[in-house]
């Protein structure tokens, strides 16, 4: 399970421990978050469903699907600050993944959302060797869009009715963030070619 440290926050994988504080976390800022997110089923507001996506974040993680995260501040270790998620994780010839990211209301403008990707994003880039982040926002959300800029995200384009945000398909702005140094790894090199001998027909 993954676990990073910051100044300020303890950046991590839910644990069962979790449960009643996640649950917590998104009924406490279920009008905050509502223009922000997708319409939301009342399960999403139960213990009994975190039980379960916390298990299955866990899972994800493994099969390198994705990576989902919790802020907890250091200063109150019981509470969620925030969520960072990296989802839709692609290998192959595109090696990327998506994310999203939010704030409880009553932490918003400490600089930990910048805090908190600072250090997932060096994991993502080091440890899970990605070599692209890619994260949308509806055009006025100022401040994700800052949140990207301190981060060293660049935007891309606008794509129209991207992403379906409180029932109504939204424009987005796209925005990416390379590996800094991304360079293939002579391991798993070596394995893909191995599987490619054993696929391809036999040479002359
Ligand atoms: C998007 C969101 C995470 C941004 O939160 P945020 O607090 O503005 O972002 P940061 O954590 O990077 O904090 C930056 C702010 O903290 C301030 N700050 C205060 N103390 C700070 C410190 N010690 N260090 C750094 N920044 C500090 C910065 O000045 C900045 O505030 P400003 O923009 O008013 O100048 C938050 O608004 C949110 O959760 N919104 C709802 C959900 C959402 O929109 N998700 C994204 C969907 S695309």
Redesign the pocket.
């Known amino acids: 399970m993954v676990r990073l440290e910051t100044r ?1 926050l303890v950046v991590r994988h839910g644990r069962m421990a979790d449960v009643a504080s996640v649950t917590r976390y998104v009924r406490e ?1 279920r009008e ?2 509502a ?3 997708p319409v939301r089923h009342e399960a999403w507001f139960t213990e009994d469903y975190w039980r379960m996506r916390l298990a299955q974040d866990v899972r994800d993680y493994f099969q390198d699907r994705s990576l989902r995260l919790f802020l907890f501040p250091r200063q109150s270790p019981g509470e969620v600050a ?1 969520v960072a998620n990296f989802t839709n994780v692609i290998r192959g010839s595109f090696q990327a993944c998506h994310l ?6 009553r ?11 600072g250090a997932a994003l060096d994991f993502v880039f080091r440890e899970m060797r990605l070599h692209r982040v890619m ?4 055009p006025e ?8 800029r ?2 060293g995200f660049q935007r891309e384009g606008l794509a129209r009715d991207y992403l379906l945000i409180g029932g109504r398909w939204r424009d ?1 702005v796209l925005n990416s963030k390379l590996a800094p140094d991304w360079r293939p790894d002579p391991e798993e090199a070596f394995l893909a070619s191995r599987c490619a001998d054993a696929v391809s027909p036999e040479r002359p």
């Open positions: 300020r800022n905050f978050l223009p922000w997110e925030g999203g990211y939010a704030l409880a209301a932490h918003v403008g400490q600089g930990l959302m910048t805090e908190a990707l994260a949308a926002h509806l959300n100022e401040r994700s869009a800052a949140v990207l301190r981060l987005h």
